[in-house]
Every structure is written in C-alpha cells, then in structure tokens.
T-cell receptor
Framework: AQSVTQPDIHITVSEGASLELRCNYS??????LFWYVQSPGQGLQLLLK??????LVQGIKGFEAEFKRSQSSFNLRKPSVHWSDAAEYFC?????????????FGKGTKLSVKP | GAGVSQSPRYKVAKRGQDVALRCDPI?????LFWYQQALGQGPEFLTY????????KSGLPSDRFFAERPEGSVSTLKIQRTQQEDSAVYLC?????????????FGNGTRLTVT
C-alpha cells in the first residue's frame, strides 16, 4: 500500500541551528512529493513540491528539500532556523500523472525552536 | 477573499446530532477535496470532486458521511448522527486543475467536537 513515513514525531532545535526533517515514501512509481507546514489552528501551507527534474527543490521561507530516489526519501532542510518556524510539518505524496488521486500525508513532525 | 474559506470555524455537537460543514473554494478551482485530521495525526483523505462530480469517496468512513458540490463551487460535508469518534478538524482544499501536479490550497478547517 502507498504510504508516507515521517520517523520523527517531535524535534527541538536551537534558533539559528540547521534543520533536517525526514520523509520516506512507499509507492510503486515515483510520486509527486510535497512539504506542508501547519501552524496551530491554521490550515496547511505549501512549502515546496517535487515533480521531476532537479532533485534539490527550493521553497518558501528559506526551505529546501532533496529527492533521493535510491532512498525513497524527500527530506526537508533549512540552514538556519528562526523562532517563527515552530510549527508542524507534513510530508505528502500523490500518484504521478493521470487524473488527480488523493494526497497521502505522513503523520507530521512537530518542530520546537529553543531561543 | 483569495483563499479557501471554511465555516463554521468551530462546531460543537451533541452525539446523535447532524452537522453540515461548508467550504468555499478559490474561485475557478476545478478540484475540491475534503480531509479529516484527528488530533496529533496527519490529514486523511475523505472525498474528491472535479467540478460537481464526486469522483472519489473512498475515504468517507461510514454512510453517515455525505458530501456534495451541486454547482461545482461551494461544497458541503454533512455528518449524520454524529459520534464521538467524528471529533476532528475537517479540512477543505481546492486546486485549479485536475492533474496530479496541481497543488492544493487548504482552508483553515472546521474543528468539530462531539460531546
């Protein structure tokens, strides 16, 4: 069955430190891949997406993600975390091509930022 | 407004009551999705519309859940005879196209609490 796994439930980093959030997917073929951020009481905001081509994708708010086919991974990174980045982050995947299938989400990683 | 609008923002229902949750997608968006997000979990797919046609309802948890989008714009998710396990945030999302790579835009959700 198709699935998205985020191994880390909760991560705490110091402000200014680097960040990497892990995401692994299990699909028959490479899916479309997304990272969303959700602040408390808010909907999900798209940070970045990967469809094909360059495996390093840039997103909003200084985030980037790298697609690694060999590892079935799409990890999210940020060189220097700001206190405002504290939120929950969701990796998601959708079947490639054809009509729109449903988006499958991981369970999320909650990011806390220490001053 | 420019974004996806959901109402009400919060809903408290007594067990057994019927509820109706409304979603106003971004104008012109063809696709509309409903997701259910339980506390501490990632969103889970409920149903998908392309214009007024409900193309996928495989995620609806029971026949107490019903969604419609009669004119291909506003959508309503109805839950009959609510149960405590229905307590969750219900997220609506829309996208401009029907292709798999068309990104989703999410509303802020309706938090349903069944007492």
């Amino acid at each position: 069955a198709q699935s998205v796994t985020q191994p880390d439930i909760h991560i705490t980093v110091s402000e200014g430190a680097s960040l990497e959030l892990r995401c692994n997917y299990s699909y028959g073929a490479t899916p479309y891949l997304f990272w969303y951020v959700q602040s408390p009481g808010q909907g999900l905001q798209l940070l970045l997406k990967y469809f094909s081509g360059d495996t390093l994708v840039q997103g909003i708010k200084g985030f980037e993600a790298e697609f690694k086919r060999s590892q079935s991974s799409f990890n999210l990174r940020k060189p220097s975390v700001h206190w405002s980045d504290a939120a929950e982050y969701f990796c998601a995947a959708k079947n490639y091509g054809g009509s729109q299938g449903n988006l499958i989400f991981g369970k999320g990683t909650k990011l806390s930022v220490k001053p | 407004g420019a974004g996806v609008s959901q109402s009400p923002r919060y809903k408290v229902a007594k067990r057994g009551q019927d509820v109706a949750l409304r979603c106003d997608p971004i104008s012109g968006h063809v696709s509309l999705f409903w997701y259910q997000q339980a506390l501490g979990q990632g969103p889970e797919f409920l149903t998908y519309f392309q214009n007024e046609a409900q193309l996928d309802k495989s995620g609806l948890p029971s026949d107490r859940f019903f969604a419609e989008r009669p004119e291909g714009s506003v959508s309503t998710l109805k839950i009959q005879r609510t149960q405590q396990e229905d307590s969750a945030v219900y997220l609506c999302a829309s996208s401009l196209g029907w292709q798999g790579n068309s990104p989703l835009h999410f509303g802020n959700g309706t938090r349903l609490t069944v007492t």
